[in-house]
Antibody
């Protein structure tokens, strides 16, 4: 069974950056795109982008262009999502998701809280 | 960026049938938007029910089905169960970028 284990909760100040990791196991990491999705408290799902772990190609949501960077380290089967210039409305649970049909498997989520 | 629109809330009686829909600000929804439907219960990660308009995963209950209806993507629940009470989200693809709908809170009452 595919497993995605994300890094722990983070508390950041406005203007800072955060890097969330997503360690994949029990499948070939380069076989499936990795998507990142977030959910602010009491709000809906928001797609941030994807990375192709094989090539490193990325595609980001228009709303996050210039602020989000997705990378991967194939040697340790881990994907990363870096969000810069954090604002209070970036407070959310951030998920990674992957699979043969893209969203089959989800990480447990990482809470990023932005507060002064 | 396109906007995807869902009914904010719907109610269905146990055993009843309900259809949730998703529209796109860019026009009619087609199979080329590769519609997905997700179910999310409180405190849990979303779970994919339907992908590519109408395809089900092995874990998708048979009572859920996906289609295109009147220029929108549709999720039909036939024979609602109490455990189907949840938030439902659709997702469309726009040339590789994805956009979620705002979600539909489904109450089984």
């Amino acid at each position: 069974q595919v497993q995605l284990v994300q890094s722990g909760a983070e508390v950041k100040k406005p203007g800072a950056s955060v890097k969330v990791s997503c360690k994949a196991s029990r499948y070939i990491f380069t076989a499936y795109y990795m998507h990142w999705v977030r959910q602010a408290p009491g709000h809906g799902l928001e797609w941030l982008g994807w990375i192709n772990p094989n090539s490193g190609d990325t595609k980001y949501a228009q709303n996050f262009q210039g602020r989000v960077t997705m990378t991967r380290d194939t040697s340790i089967s881990t994907a990363y999502m870096d969000l810069s210039r954090l604002r209070s409305d970036d407070t959310a649970v951030y998920y990674c998701a992957t699979g043969g049909t893209y969203f089959d498997y989800w990480g447990q989520g990482t809470l990023v809280a932005v507060s002064s | 960026q396109a906007v995807v629109t869902q009914e904010p809330s719907l109610t269905v009686s146990p055993g009843g049938t309900v259809t949730l829909t998703c529209g796109s600000s860019t026009g009619a929804v087609t199979s080329g938007h590769y519609p997905y439907w997700f179910q999310q219960k409180p405190g849990q990660a979303p779970r994919t029910l339907i992908y590519d308009t109408s395809n089900k995963h092995s874990w998708t209950p048979a009572r859920f089905s996906g289609s295109l209806l009147g220029g929108k993507a549709a999720l039909t629940l036939s024979g609602a169960q109490p455990e189907d009470e949840a938030e439902y989200y659709c997702l469309f693809s726009y040339s590789g970028a994805r956009v979620f709908g705002g979600g539909t809170k489904l109450t089984v009452l």
